[in-house]
Structure formats: C-alpha cells, structure tokens
C-alpha cells in the first residue's frame, strides 16, 4: 500500500497536473463541477451525449487556460468507458479524479413503475457509471493514485423525492444502490492508494428541472439553510474528495443539501 502523507506545507486542494473526467459535464452540475475543477488546477476530460453543450463547456474550460478534451457519447455504449480511459491518457497520460455525474431523475409510484422505464433508469444511474468506474479503476490501480466521486441523492435516504407526494422509487433506489457501490469499490481498491466515495445532493436548480422550477422552488420552504440549492454548492465538496485535503476519506457518502435531512 503506498504511504504517502499530505504535506501541509503546500495547498491541499491544488489540482494543477491533475487530469479529471467529469460525466454529464454539458451543463447543470456537471458543468459547475468541471469548471471548479479547472479553476483548481485541473485538465478536463468532458463526456457528455449533447454535441451543443459539450462544446459549449470546453470553451469555458479552455478560457479558464486548462488543456480540455471531448468525449461525445451516450455513458450507456459499450465502449464508452474505454473511450473515456484513452481521451485521457491522451490528453495528459494519467487519470486522477472520476466524477460519474450524468444521470436522470424519475418519479414512479411503485404501483405503476414498469419494467423499462426501471431498466432505464438502472441503466443510466447505476450500470453505466459502474462500467466507467470499473474501467478507471483499472487504470488509476496501475497508477497508484486516484479519486473517483460519484454522484448521488438525498433522496436515497428518504422515502420518495421531496418526500412530500411519494414518487421517485426507481431513482431514490438506484441513487442508493450508487452510494452502495461507492462503499463496496473503496474497499476493494483501497490497498491500491485509491479512493471512492459519494456526494448526495438535495434539491438543486438546474436544467433537469426547467419543467417543473416552479414546483421546485416551492419546497425552498423546507430547506433548513433557507435557499435553494445551485451546483455551485457542490464545487467544494468535489474538490476536497478529488484533492490531497481528502487523502484519508473513502467509502463515504457525504450529503450536501442545506440540512434536508435534519427536518425529515
């Protein structure tokens, strides 16, 4: 196992050489997530299944002065995760931070879910980041060092989303079954120098929700710290778990939702 210490002598959260891999990264979290990371220090590997908006957020990347490379790809194809592993090998010969992002939200009753739309939603928010992870894995294995953050839900620890009309079994188990996975890699890739670990959002405005901002906004009221949240609430949190300042954290499913949890 590698015994290398943070040096507190230096920045921790300094991600200059770093080369991180951001899914999902066109817009809403992913793109706050892939800038916070470039204004850390860090090259971006983009994925996202958008042409528009992936092209969009390499600009932003590019003017923040971080090398930047595109993978245009469904995270469901096959051969998306090695497609992800050689864009960054190409792009800076390492990977060190994972952050599997992209997913979909859903609000099916139990009494109604079917078989496909569970599936889709299995496929997307669990299969798909697994296979990314398990490829990554690999390599940052080899390499002795990495971070790997995947995207969760507070809604995982709740009976349905915004717990108020039920709703949500498909994503709230899938998001659960995420953070799940998160724990079972940590162990295995531990003795590697490697870390794997979660984030739960709560409510956050973002274009996922443009067809219902306004439901959204209503439950603003439960939300202990009394805004609602934006992706921008979950840059630093990234950065910890992707930085030295989080060497010693994994396994962990950390919740940032402005205190959701504590009303429940």
């Known amino acids: 196992m590698p015994l290398d210490f943070p040096d507190i002598s230096k920045n921790l959260f300094d991600l ?3 080369c991180s891999v951001v899914t999902g990264a066109g817009q809403g979290i992913g793109l706050a997530l892939s800038k916070g990371l470039a204004n850390a220090g860090s090259d971006l590997v983009l994925v996202d299944m958008n042409p528009e908006t992936l092209e969009n957020a390499a600009g932003e990347i590019a003017d923040v002065g971080r090398n930047v490379s595109t993978v245009h790809a469904d995270v469901t194809a096959e051969d998306t995760p090695e497609r992800i592993v050689q864009a960054a090998l190409g792009l800076n010969e390492r990977i060190d931070v994972l952050v599997n992002n992209a997913g979909v939200m859903g609000y099916s009753d139990m009494l109604d879910v079917t078989d496909e739309g569970w599936d889709r939603m299995y496929g997307i928010n669990l299969r798909a980041p697994m296979r990314i992870m398990r490829t990554v894995l690999q390599e940052m294995s080899r390499a002795g060092r990495g971070s790997v953050i995947n995207i969760g839900s507070s809604w995982s620890s709740r009976a349905s989303i915004f717990n108020q009309d039920g709703g949500g079994v498909d994503y709230c188990s899938a998001k659960a079954a995420l953070q799940a996975l ?7 890739v531990a003795p590697y120098g490697v870390r794997v670990n979660a984030i739960a959002p709560g409510a956050v405005d973002t274009p996922m929700h443009a067809h219902h901002r306004e439901y959204l906004f209503s439950y603003e009221k439960y939300i202990p710290i009394g805004r609602m949240q934006v992706a921008e609430d979950l840059v630093g ?3 910890f778990l992707a930085s030295d300042a989080g060497a010693y954290v994994t396994g962990q499913t950390i919740h940032v939702n402005g205190g959701i949890l504590m009303v429940d």
Do not use: H, K, L, N
């Open 16 to 18: 200059r050489g770093y």
């Open 182 to 188: 998160s724990r079972a890699a940590a162990q295995d």
């Open 237 to 239: 949190p990234v950065i």
